[in-house]
Structure formats: structure tokens, C-alpha cells
């Protein structure tokens, strides 16, 4: 039986009932998060999205009939009271906001009655994470994701307001657009006017804001859904929020001037945090020497080391091998781990051999300093000894290096770096470190291609100073594009764009594309880049990663009402379904695979 609201009206939620009020009258609304019966007298939890309120129902205070209903509340049963808020007689509940107070209630009203919820409504849940999402709409009413969920809000609320204040303006672009195959592969969408053509969905709104600059806007922002088809790894979503932003007449500094402030608001007044400004920055090329990564964690230390030099003599072939092709040799000195197991060094092999390294050399160091090393036999004494005081090698350490091409000895010591500062704790999701990362390179070679790609984007700006080797060296041409790291996350990245034709048709050229392929796939923006463009930068943030970071939250699923988990699909609605068979003959698609559509 589920009665109606008529003549009733909320006056609080719940944990807006306080101490103030006591000897009033409140009318709260929600679910019961439990209900004991203690025998003539009913407690009941009431939750809503603030909290909990403590409801105590009396036969001698409600009467017969409320009390009646009042024994028949269970989970998840949606109603509405209204008491006299009271000091709370069985003494205070320090867990509770409310935990000084009580609601004697007067009357009852079940608003609507609730199966056995298929887990419990509570923090922390223990439930696996596939019936969670099965439920979202029930997951959802748990209080540390509705935490998160407030959190989130707040962010794009203060983001709005600063940025408005700023001058940006707020201007939505399409979501139906061209494809565009650079990049990411797209979304795409079967136009039904136009058989066989489709649509994308936007990897991002860089065109279209790139356009507005053009067209005098000036300062854009929006927060903008994005699609991206990647084969989806742990921690990605196909669809996610960008905070995106454009800006005319600026250059790097002035971008990231203002969106330090951006950070600075946000950590200050949702996290009573304060942001160091101006946020440190850093070239790529140091980001990658010192921390093996373009998205280094700042949280602790353990730097990598070249110590190609010091062991260029040496007779070791592993070493010797690397230097000789053209590598390098680095290490990271794990402070106070020289007494680590043997077994657990093996692990650490393991581990960076999944990144490509051919093995891991390492010397541990012990208390009497005398070395365990799996090399030192093909190492005079006086190498090791250079070798252990080029890597600051103190009685009690765990040296570890690896030999190889540059790209695979940076991702191998910069991701060991982090698996170790796991292993030892060093990771405190409370310490919020950022960085801007800038400077990186303009393209990428990309051998399954054979050919170079841009880094961030085709429109990126190359660094003046480098623009002469984009012939002869295109690899080494730095770009005015830069990232916002934050605790080994990218938070967001950006760029300087070109705004000069002449630059922009060289870049297609270096890009592969033939001067038609670019017409056709750019060309409006090309043409429209002909009639008077500003010179412009922006930026954009992944809010979901943003408000995962702000949250304290392992995964960004945490942080999005309805996610979709690693194949892509929506385990609560079930996307993506077949559908009706008439559906495809009006766009005229036929699937050639067995999964059928639906008859
Ligand atoms: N559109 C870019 C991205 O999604 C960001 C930017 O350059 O503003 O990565």
C-alpha cells in the first residue's frame, strides 16, 4: 500500500534536523536504513542524501493505526514523518551528524513499500562491484558514492563560476559530427536521410572550438561528453566528461596561469587544500630522465639515474649490448631495500619484463656494505664501486637498473618506480602533487603506421625554435602542447594551436596526409583558418579523472552515475542490444555477422 504526499510537504532532509530545533515540529522524508522493534517502542534509521535521523515511534505519541504501520517498516521502505524533534534518550550517537537528537513521530506515512534490496544499502561495500552496477539505481543510494556524486557536482558547479568569472563563455557544440580517423576510432552513427553515410561522435570538441575562436568568442568553456572506441583498458571509459577549454590571443603561460587558479579554487574550497601557485612545471625530456614517465608522481622520489657513462668501460655484455645500440643505462636506488627477499626481487623482474625489459640487473647492498649483485662477476671492483656512488648506493639499498633502448628502459624503471612505491606505501591519496608537464614532442613515430603521428593533435603548435628540423629531425621538434599532472595522472592537456596555414599544410604533409586527404577531412577549418584567426590555445580536463582524484577514489566508475564497465556495455540497461530488424532496414544496414538483429 503506498500512500501519496497530498497535504504533506518536506521541511528538512534529514540531517538538517539539529539541536536547534528541538521542541518543534519536522516533517522529514526518505528510506529506512533499518528498524528495530524493541517491544511497545519502534526505532527506525531514516536516510536520505544528507544522512541519517534517529525516529522513534510511540503507540501514546502516534497512535494505534501510525503504529500499526510503523511494524511493518523494513529496508528500503520509502516514508514520510513528522515529530517532535527531542533530545535523544538513549545519549548521544557521535557517529551520527544527528546523533544529539531523536524525532518522536506523530504520524507515518509509507510513501512506497521496497523488496529485500539484493545487498545492503551501506558504505564500504563488500558486494562485488558486477551486481553493484546490475543495481546502480540501489549502489547509488549508498553514502559514500552519493559522496561522491555531491562531489562531482560541485566541482562542475565551481568550475562554471570561475570560469565565467574569468570571461569564458559557455557554447555547446555538436554531437553529431564528421568522422575524423586521427586519433582515437570513433563512435559512429548511421544517418538515416543519408544511406550509408554516418556520423562520429566527438573524441573531443576541438574543432568546433577551435572554429568559435575563429568566430570572436574569445574565452570558450563547456562541459562536454566525449566518445572514444579504444579497446577499453582497466580504468577507461568509453564515454567520459572533458572540462574543455579555448582561449584567443594567448600563449602557454597565459593557459596555465588561469587553470592553476581553476585548481586552486577547486582543492581549496571542496578539499580545504591549498595548491602551490605558481604549479612547478617541467619539460617533458626531464619528466621522462628523472621519472621514466610523461606523468610523473611527485609523491615520493626514487629518480632515475643515467649511468651510462660510468659503466661504458665495462665488460658487462648486458650493459655493454645496450650502449653499443644506441641505449642507455639507468637505475633507481630503492632506499633501505637491500635486504629485500630474493624471491621478491624475482618479482620485481617479472614485473618489468612485462614492459619489455630483456631482465633487471641489481646490487643489493648489505648493512656490512659487502653487495649482493646479479652482475658484480662481470664487474671490476672499482666499476661497482663508481657504479654504486654514481647511484648515491648507501649500506642498506637496492639498486636496480636496466639496459636497453631509451623508450623501453623509461617505461620499465618509471613503472617500477611506481610498483614499488606501492609495495612500500608511499602513496598517500591525501597528498595532492601536481605538475605541469610541457614541452613534449610534436610526433610520435609510430612503427605499426610507418609513419610519424602527432603526439597530441594535428593542430598542435611546434615549438619556433625546433620548426627548421621538421624536415631533416621531425622527431626532435618539441611542441607548444602541455599536460596537467596530478599524482601520476594526467589530469587534462592542451595546446598551443597553429593558427597559420602555411604551418598547419606542412604539418599534414609530415602527418602523411596528401593535400586533398587534408582538404577533405579538415577543410572547413582550413578554409575557415583563410578569413582571419586569432591566435589561440586551450586545455582540456578529464572531470571524471578530476573528481576520482578529489574523492580519494580507486576507480572512475566511482565517480559515474552510470558507467560502463571494460567491454563497454551497461550491465544495468544492458547497451549495446540488438535491435529490431525494421530499425536497420531504415538505415540500410544489414549485419553480416551471426549475431542476429532482433526478429
Ligand atoms: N582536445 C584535446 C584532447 O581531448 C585537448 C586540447 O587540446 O584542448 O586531448
Keep these: 500500500m503506498s500512500e501519496s504526499m497530498q497535504g504533506l510537504r518536506r521541511s528538512h532532509r534529514c540531517t538538517e534536523v539539529s539541536a536547534a530545533q528541538i521542541g518543534t515540529d519536522v516533517t522529514v522524508m526518505g528510506w529506512v536504513q533499518k528498524s528495530r522493534n524493541k517491544g511497545g517502542i519502534i526505532f527506525v534509521d531514516l536516510r536520505d542524501r544528507s544522512g541519517i535521523l534517529q525516529i522513534i515511534f510511540e503507540e501514546s505519541d502516534c497512535g494505534p493505526e501510525n503504529f500499526a504501520k510503523a511494524e511493518k517498516l523494513r529496508s528500503e521502505f520509502v516514508i514520510a514523518v513528522t515529530g517532535r524533534v527531542e533530545t535523544r534518550s538513549g545519549g548521544e550517537n557521535k557517529n551520527l551528524a544527528t546523533g544529539a537528537i531523536e524525532v518522536r513521530a506523530e504520524s507515518l506515512r509509507i510513501l512506497s513499500e521496497s523488496e529485500t534490496p539484493p545487498f545492503p544499502i551501506e558504505e564500504n561495500s563488500k ?76 573524441q573531443s570538441p576541438q574543432i568546433f572550438k577551435q572554429l568559435l575562436m575563429c568566430s570572436g568568442y574569445d574565452r570558450y568553456f563547456q562541459l562536454a561528453r566525449c566518445y572514444r572506441d579504444e579497446d577499453l583498458r582497466a580504468d577507461r571509459q568509453p564515454e567520459f566528461t572533458q572540462i574543455d577549454m579555448e582561449l584567443s590571443f594567448v600563449d602557454v603561460d597565459d593557459v596555465l596561469d588561469v587553470n592553476e587558479r581553476l585548481m586552486a579554487k577547486l582543492f581549496k574550497e571542496l578539499l580545504n587544500v591549498d595548491i602551490p601557485q605558481p604549479i612547478p612545471r617541467m619539460t617533458w625530456r626531464e ?63 617479472e614485473f618489468a619484463k612485462g614492459f619489455g625489459a630483456k631482465g633487471l640487473a641489481y646490487v643489493a647492498i648489505q648493512p656490512d656494505r659487502t653487495r649482493k649483485s646479479s652482475f658484480a662477476k662481470f664487474m671490476r671492483d672499482e666499476e661497482m664501486e663508481k657504479l654504486v656512488s654514481a647511484m648515491e648506493g648507501e649500506a642498506g639499498d637496492l639498486l636496480l637498473f636496466a639496459a636497453d633502448q631509451n623508450k623501453v628502459v623509461w617505461d620499465v624503471l618509471g613503472n617500477l618506480r611506481l610498483e614499488l612505491a606501492r609495495q612500500l606505501d608511499l602513496l598517500k591519496k591525501d597528498d595532492f602533487k601536481f605538475l605541469w608537464v610541457t614541452e613534449f614532442p610534436l610526433l610520435e613515430y609510430s612503427q605499426e603506421q610507418e609513419r610519424f603521428v602527432a603526439m597530441h593533435h594535428p593542430f598542435t603548435m611546434p615549438m619556433e625554435e625546433d620548426w627548421h628540423l621538421i624536415d631533416s629531425d621531425p622527431g626532435a621538434v618539441r611542441a607548444k602542447a602541455y599536460d596537467i599532472v596530478l599524482n601520476g595522472t594526467e589530469l587534462g592537456g592542451g595546446s598551443v594551436r597553429i593558427h597559420q596555414n602555411d604551418i598547419q599544410s606542412k604539418m599534414f604533409e609530415v602527418l602523411g596526409f596528401t593535400p586533398e586527404q ?37 576507480s572512475i566508475r566511482d565517480v559515474i552515475a552510470f558507467p560502463k564497465v571494460k567491454d563497454a556495455s551497461c550491465l544495468m540497461c544492458e547497451a549495446p542490444s540488438p535491435v529490431d530488424i525494421k530499425q536497420l532496414e531504415e538505415l540500410r544496414i544489414e549485419v553480416s555477422e551471426e549475431t542476429p538483429a532482433k526478429a
Aim: charged share 25%.
Design 287 to 349: 619528466a621522462m630522465d628523472r621519472y621514466g614517465s610523461d606523468k610523473p608522481d611527485l609523491r615520493f622520489g626514487m629518480e632515475l639515474k643515467n649511468v651510462s657513462d660510468v659503466v661504458r668501460d665495462c665488460e658487462f655484455v648486458v650493459f655493454k649490448g645496450a650502449l653499443e645500440a644506441g641505449g642507455t643505462v639507468r637505475g633507481i636506488n630503492a632506499k633501505g631495500q637491500g635486504a629485500m627477499p630474493r624471491k621478491k626481487i624475482d618479482a620485481l623482474v
Design 127 to 202: 558486494t562485488k562491484e558486477e551486481l553493484r552496477l546490475k543495481y546502480r539505481y540501489l549502489d547509488l543510494r549508498r553514502p559514500d558514492i552519493q559522496r561522491n556524486m555531491m562531489l562531482r557536482s560541485n566541482i562542475a558547479v565551481l568550475t562554471r563560476q570561475f570560469l565565467a568569472e574569468e570571461g569564458f563563455l559557455e557554447i555547446e557544440t555538436p554531437t553529431l559530427i564528421k568522422s575524423t580517423p586521427e586519433g582515437a576510432r570513433d563512435y559512429l552513427v548511421p544517418s538515416r536521410v543519408h544511406p550509408g553515410s554516418f556520423y562520429a561522435l566527438p
Design 518 to 554: 587534408a582538404q577533405e577531412q579538415f577543410g572547413f577549418l582550413l578554409t575557415a583558418f583563410q578569413y582571419g584567426v586569432p591566435p589561440h590555445a586551450g586545455l582540456a580536463y578529464g572531470l571524471d579523472r578530476v573528481a576520482m582524484l578529489m574523492g580519494g577514489c580507486d
